[in-house]
């Protein structure tokens, strides 16, 4: 929908993982720290990918597993753009046995599947 409108999506996800912060809502800072790195690493950009990716699972440590699968796979998919494959390798297994212990509800937030990890594992590897 905005594909051609990188300034106010910058301005967008600079502003938005502060929102959720001052809110206290770890679910939308997570989001919106995940968000960022879908976009940085479309736009190429690894490193700027990989931090977004790293605070936002940092973020969120007594998540479920479903909600970690979706975070861990977003730094499984961007650590290869910064020339860090063992690392992509690793969040890959732990995306894998965190998906492989979520039940079948899905979530808002995190509601990651076969599916999305198929899509990371090809960025992964």
């Known amino acids: 929908m905005y594909e051609n409108r990188q300034g106010l999506g910058r301005k967008y996800q600079r502003s938005a993982p502060d929102l959720g912060g001052e809110a206290g809502d770890h679910a939308t800072y997570c989001r919106a720290l995940r968000g960022m790195t879908l976009r940085a690493t479309h736009l190429g950009y690894g490193k700027q990918g990989l931090e977004p990716a790293d605070s936002a699972a940092e973020a969120a440590p007594g998540a479920g597993p479903r909600v970690v699968a979706f975070l861990r796979g977003r ?7 910064t020339g860090d494959r063992l690392t992509a390798l690793a969040r890959l297994c732990e995306t894998g046995d965190c998906l492989s212990q979520a039940d079948n ?21």
């Open 75 to 81: 730094q499984a998919a961007a650590a290869p753009m």
């Open 105 to 125: 509800r899905r979530d808002a937030l995190g509601g990651y599947d076969r599916a999305a990890y198929s899509f990371h594992k090809t960025h992964a590897r």
